[in-house]
C-alpha cells in the first residue's frame, strides 16, 4: 500500500512538471517541435511553418541570439544554411553583433552560406559587417575569426558593387593591419576587390577615397608578406585611380605599386606596365622630364601597344622641346603604322602627324605644318578610333596627345594666321559639329548603360540620386524624341519596382516635350497610377481630365489603356461597383476575340489581349471578389492564370482565385492554388520587390489562413501585407484600410 501511495506521488509530480513546462512553454518554442517534424517529414506545408516560426520569435521579441540559434537550429534540421537563409530574410534585419559570442555565432552560420538571394539579406549583411569590424578582440584566434567573417560578407556581398567596396575596404584593412599572417584566400580576397572597380559599368568617378585606401591596404600586405600574387591584376586599376583619384594621390599610389612590384620581383611584363602608367600619371601633371624617365624604363618590358607608348614619349619630348629626338620618334610611328596590328593604329599615326605639326606652329613655320595637320584630319575623318578612344575603350590616354579636335582647332588656327578666313570658318564649325556630335554619342552610350543596368537589376539598384542624374544627362539630349523614349523607358523600369518618386522625377521632365497622343497618353496613365497610389486626388482629376482629352483622337487599344487606368482608380479608392461596371468593356473586348485567330507573332489575339491588358482584368477579377460574384470571377482568374504573365500579376490571380475556390466550396482545389501562389513568392526573381498586386495577394492569404484556423499564420501574412503595401506607397488605398481594419 505504501508502495502504490509513493508510485502515485511520482506519477502526480511528474504530471505537475510536464503542466508547469507546458504553462510556461513559449508558443514559438511550442512551434519550433511542429517545425522539425515538418521537415523531417518533408511536409508540403514546412516553409511556411518554419516562417510561422520565425514570425512568433519576432512577436515574442526574441533577442538577436535567440535568432541566430533560432538560424542554427533550422540549419541542422535541413542540413545547409543555404535552404534556411531565404526564409529567414524577415529576421536578418534584426540581428546584431555586439561582442565576441555574437561574432562567435555568426560565423557558424557565414561559414555555410555559399550564396544570398537579394538585397533584403545584402542590407543587414552589410550592416552586420560593419559592426564585427567594431568589435575589439585580443587573440588571434578571434581576430582570424574576425577576418573571416568580413571577408566571407564580401564575396556573399560581391553581386553588389555598392556595399562591395565598402566592406572590400574593412576586408583589405583588418588584415593590414593584423600581426597574423593573412587568410589562405587573400590572393582571391584582392583579385575580386580589383575586380570591383575595373568591372563597374558605367564607368563612375566614385569611390576615390575608398579605391585609395584599399590599394594602399593591398600594397602593406604585399609590402608584409613579398606575396606576389595579390597584385597581377593591379594594371587594371590604374585608369580607375587617374578617374577618381587627384593626380598627386594617383602618382603617390602609382609610385608605391611600381616600388611594391620591385621589392617583390612581380614579373617583368607586369612591371614595365606599372611603369608605362606611372609615365602617364606624370604627363598628367604636367611633368613631361620624369614622365619620360619612367616612359624610357618600362620600354624592355612593353609587350603590346608599343606605338601608344612611342606616341606618348613623342610628346614628352615635345614638351620639353627635344626636337630631333621627338621628330626622328614621330616619323618612326608613321612608318610601322602599316605593318601594326594594334587596335587604333592609324589614330596613332595621324597623332604623330599632329605632334610633329605641332612642334612647326610652336617654331611659327605654319607652312610647313599645315600639309602635316591636313593629313592628320584626313585620317581621323576616315576612322572612327579616336572616338572610341575618347569615350570608350581607353578615354584616359587620349589626352596624352592630339586628337581629332585638337588637329582641326589647330589647322583652323593656322588657317588664319595664313590669311585664309573661309577655310578657318570652316574648319571651326566642323570643330563644332564633332564635339556636339560626340557629346550626344556620349549622352546616348551612357543613359543606354544606365538604362541596361536597371532593366537588368529590375530598378533595384537605383537611388534617388541616380534618377536625378538621369534626367539631368537625358535634358542635354537635342533630339526630344530620344530625350522621351529614353526617359519613358527608364521610369517605367522604375515603376515596376514601384520606386515612384524617382519615376516620377523622369515622368515630369517629359511632360512637357513634344510627343505623339500614344505617348502622350501613356506618360500621363503612369503619372496617374503614381498620384493614385500616393492619395493625391487633386493630382488624379486632373490627370484624368487630361487623359480623357487624349482619348478623343486615340486609337481603340489607347482608349481601352485610359479605361484601365480608370477601373484601377476607382478599385483603389474602394468603390467596386464602378470599378465593376467600367472593367465591362474590357473583359467583352476579351470575348469578341477569336482564341484561334493567330497574329503576326503567331500568338492568339485572344492570348495577346490577356497579356496587353492584364491589369485591367485582373482589376475586374478584384472588383468581383469584392463583391461576392465568386463565380464570374473564376472564369476570369483561370483564363489570366493559363497565359504566360507577369509573376505579380500569376501571384495575385492565384490567390484570388484561391478565395474564390474556398468561397465556393472547393477546399482542395483552394489549397493547391494557395501552394501555387507561395510557390511563386519564394521564385521571384527580385525578392525585395513590392507593389499593390503583392499586398491584395499577401492579404487574400491572411483571409484564407485564418479561414482554415491557421491563426499565427494569418497574422503574419497580415502584417507582411502591411509592410508591402507601405513600401508600395499605397497606404491611401481601400486595400491599405482593409489590411489595418482586418482582424
Known sequence: MKLKLISLFFVALSLSTELRVCCFESPSSALRAKVKASIEHSDDDSVETVRDYLYLLDEEKASPKAKMQAILDLASFYKSVNDVLPMT?????????????????????????????????????????EEVDKIEVTDNERLKIKISIISRILFLLQGNYAYSKKIADITLRQIAQATIEPPNNIDTVSFHIIALYYLESPRSTRNGALLASSLRNLLRISDRTGNSNTLPLAENLFPELARRCDVATTIELQKALVETAVKIKLNDSLLGTLQWQLGYAYMLAGDYAKAESALRQSAPNIQSMKLMWKLQLAECLRRQRKTEEYDK??????????????????????GAQAIRALNL???????????????SSE???????????????????????????????????????????AEAERLEKSVEAIQSSNEQDALTAQTASLLNIAQRDGGIGVQPEDAKSFVALCSKMKLPETRVATLLDYAEVLISNNDLLSAKLCLDAIVDNQMSDAIKSKVIRDLLLIAECQGDLKSTEQLLSKLESTSTNSSDDDRLKNLESLVHRNLLLG?????EMQSRQIEEKLLSLDDKELDKTEQTVQGKFVIDYQMGLLDRARALVQLKSFAPAMILLRALLVRNLDQQTLIDASTLLARCYKESGHPGLAKTCEQNAVILFDNMYRPGTTSYMLADAKFQLAILAAENGNLVRSRRYRAEALKVAAK??????????????YR
Not at 508600395?728 to 481594419?741: F, G, M, R, S
Request: charged content about 25%; glycine content about 4%; hydrophobic content about 45%.
Open 89 to 129: 530574410v524577415p529576421i536578418w534585419a534584426d540581428l546584431t553583433v555586439s561582442d565576441a559570442s555574437d561574432m562567435l555565432m555568426l560565423e557558424q552560420i557565414l561559414s555555410r552560406v555559399s550564396t544570398v538571394g537579394g538585397v533584403q539579406e545584402e542590407l543587414p549583411l552589410a550592416r552586420l559587417a
Open 361 to 375: 606652329v610652336d617654331r611659327g613655320n605654319f607652312e610647313a605644318a599645315l600639309p602635316l595637320l591636313k593629313s
Open 728 to 741: 508600395a506607397h499605397v497606404e491611401n488605398t481601400a486595400l491599405y484600410k482593409q489590411i489595418v481594419d
Open 379 to 421: 585620317i581621323y575623318s576616315k576612322t572612327t578610333g579616336s572616338r572610341d578612344l575618347a569615350y570608350f575603350n581607353l578615354p584616359l590616354y587620349t589626352i596624352t596627345f592630339p586628337d581629332e579636335i585638337a588637329v582641326l582647332t589647330a589647322e583652323a588656327a593656322v588657317n588664319r594666321k595664313l590669311g585664309r578666313v
Open 329 to 350: 620618334l614621330a616619323e618612326e610611328i608613321e612608318k610601322e603604322v602599316p605593318e601594326s596590328r594594334e587596335k587604333y593604329a592609324f589614330d596613332f599615326a595621324a
Open 575 to 579: 468603390d467596386y461597383e464602378k470599378a
